[in-house]
C-alpha cells in the first residue's frame, strides 16, 4: 500500500478519537440545563411543610389554651361551691350536703339522724354526729348517707321518729317509710304506706308542716288554711280539726303525743287533746286549752321537754310562757308565768332538749339565746347571716340532739351551727 494513504488513514483515525473523546467528555444540554425545577420543587415542598407544621403547632398551642382556660374555670367554679358548704366562721361545724336542688324541710331524731327532702325528688338521712366532750369539735363518722328516691313528686315536708319516716309530697300524698340503719343503705329503706287512698280526704292546699308523734301511732299534717288533719301511721284518716283562726302558721306535738298546738293568725294560741287507748292508739281529739295575752297573731310555739309549759313569739314583738300542768279538764286555767317584750317580731320559737336554752328568730335571721326561766339572755344577737352569707330569712332553725348546736338550711344545704 502506498506509505501516503496509511498516513491518511491514520490521521483520519485520531482526528476521529479527538472528536469523540470531546464529545463524550463534555456535558449533555440536559446536564447543562440548570436544576430549577428539582430546587424549587424541593423549596416550595420544604416551604409547605414548614407552612403546616407551624398551622399544627398553632393548631396544638390554642388547644392546649382552651384545655388551661376550661381547667381554671372548673378550678374557680369548684372553688366558689366548696364556699358554699364550707363556710369561714368559727361557729360553723358542719354541712349535710348531697342534693342536686334545694332543700325544702329537714328534721332530726331524737337519736340525732338527719332527714332532709328536696326538690329533686330525694330524701336523705344521714347519720348522728358525735362532738370531743373535750374540745366540742366534730367527731365525723364515716357512714353512708340512706337516700331515698320519689318517682313522682317531691317531698315539701318531713319529720322523723326512731325509725320512721313521713314526708308530705307537693301532690297532696303521703309516703311513710320503716327505716332499717342494720341493712345496707340501698335497702334501709322501706316503703310503709302512701296515703291517702281515698283522694277527697286530701287537703284542699299545699301542707305547709308534717308531724310524727313520738310514740310512732300517728302523725298530723296542716296546711295554710285553718285545717289540721290526723292520720294513723297505716295511712288512715283519723280525725280533722278546724282552728278557726284566720290561717294556720304551724303545729306541734308535744313529746308524750298527748297534745297538739296550733299557733295562727289570731292572738290565742289554742291546745289540743289527743286521747288515746291504753295501748296508745287514737280515739278522739278535743280542744282543751287556751293562751290569751298576745296583742296579735301568734307565729310560733313550742312544747317544753317535760311538757309542763309552752312558749309562744307573736307578731307583737313579746315572747310568753305557760304553765299548762293543770287540771284543765275541771275547768283550771293555764298560767303566764313569763312575758319577755322587745318590740321584734318573732318567726320562730323552740327549746333546746335539755330545756336549759330557749332559741329565737326576729327580723328575719337574728338568733337570740335566751334563759326559758326567767327570760335573761344567755348571749348577744346573733345575725345568721354573717354565718351563712346571702341567708337573709331563716325558714326553719331545729335544736341538734345535744343542746350545744342548732341546724338551719339554705339552698341545697343543712348547717350546724355552734350555739353562741
Known amino acids: 500500500m502506498d506509505l501516503s494513504l496509511i498516513f491518511a488513514l491514520l490521521l483520519a483515525v485520531v482526528v476521529f478519537l479527538v472528536i469523540w473523546n470531546r464529545n463524550s467528555s463534555s456535558p449533555s444540554k440536559e446536564n447543562l440545563a440548570p436544576p430549577t425545577n428539582k430546587s424549587s420543587s424541593s423549596t416550595s415542598s420544604s416551604t409547605n411543610g414548614n407552612k403546616q407544621s407551624t398551622q399544627q403547632s398553632s393548631s396544638a398551642s390554642a388547644k392546649d389554651k382552651a384545655a388551661l382556660k376550661k381547667k381554671e ?44 327532702s328536696s326538690e329533686d325528688k330525694s330524701v336523705k338521712l344521714f347519720p348522728p354526729l358525735y362532738f370531743d366532750e373535750r374540745d366540742n369539735n366534730l367527731d365525723l363518722v364515716q ?34 317509710y320503716d327505716i332499717n340503719f342494720n341493712e345496707k343503705p340501698s335497702k334501709a329503706a322501706t316503703l310503709l304506706v302512701e296515703c291517702p287512698k281515698d283522694q277527697s280526704l286530701k287537703h284542699k292546699k299545699d301542707v305547709m308542716d308534717v308531724s310524727l308523734a313520738p310514740n310512732n301511732k300517728y302523725f ?44 295562727a293568725f289570731t292572738s290565742e294560741v289554742r291546745i289540743w287533746e289527743i286521747m288515746t287507748t291504753k295501748t296508745g292508739e287514737f280515739e278522739q281529739v278535743k280542744k282543751v286549752m287556751n293562751l290569751p295575752g298576745h296583742k296579735v297573731g301568734i307565729n310560733c310555739a313550742c312544747f317544753s321537754p317535760d311538757n309542763k309549759r309552752v312558749f309562744t313569739g307573736g307578731r307583737d314583738g313579746i315572747w310568753r ?24 317580731e318573732f318567726q320562730f320559737i323552740e327549746i333546746s332538749p335539755d330545756g336549759k336554752k330557749l332559741a329565737t328568730i326576729h327580723n328575719g335571721n337574728i338568733l337570740q339565746i335566751w334563759d326559758p326561766n326567767n327570760g335573761a ?19 326553719k332553725c331545729v335544736w341538734y340532739t345535744d343542746s350545744k348546736h342548732f341546724a338551719i338550711h339554705h339552698k341545697r344545704y343543712v348547717y350546724l351551727v355552734k350555739c353562741p
Request: net charge neutral; proline share 2%; glycine share 4%.
Open 73 to 116: 374555670r372548673d378550678i374557680k367554679k369548684k372553688e366558689e361551691k366548696k364556699k358554699e358548704y364550707e363556710l369561714d366562721h368559727p361557729l360553723w361545724v358542719h354541712t349535710y350536703r348531697g342534693f342536686r336542688e334545694d332543700i325544702t324541710s329537714f328534721s332530726f331524731s331524737p337519736q340525732g339522724h338527719m332527714v332532709a
Open 377 to 395: 339572755k344567755i348571749s348577744e344577737e346573733m345575725v345568721i347571716s354573717d354565718v351563712v352569707p346571702a341567708l337573709t330569712k331563716v325558714k
Open 321 to 344: 310562757s305557760f304553765k299548762i300542768d293543770v287540771r284543765y279538764a275541771a275547768g283550771a286555767d293555764t298560767v303566764m308565768d313569763l312575758q319577755i317584750e322587745t318590740q321584734k
Open 220 to 263: 298530723v299534717s296542716s296546711t295554710p288554711d285553718t285545717f289540721v288533719k290526723i292520720w294513723s301511721k297505716s295511712g288512715e284518716h283519723l280525725a280533722e280539726v278546724n282552728s278557726s283562726q284566720m290561717i294556720n302558721k304551724m303545729v306541734k306535738l308535744s313529746s308524750d303525743s298527748k297534745f297538739m298546738i296550733i299557733a
Open 143 to 176: 357512714k353512708s348517707i340512706i337516700s331515698i328516691a320519689i318517682n313522682r313528686d317531691h317531698g315539701i315536708c318531713v319529720d322523723m321518729t326512731e325509725k320512721t319516716v313521713v314526708v308530705a309530697l307537693d301532690g297532696g300524698d303521703f309516703h311513710l
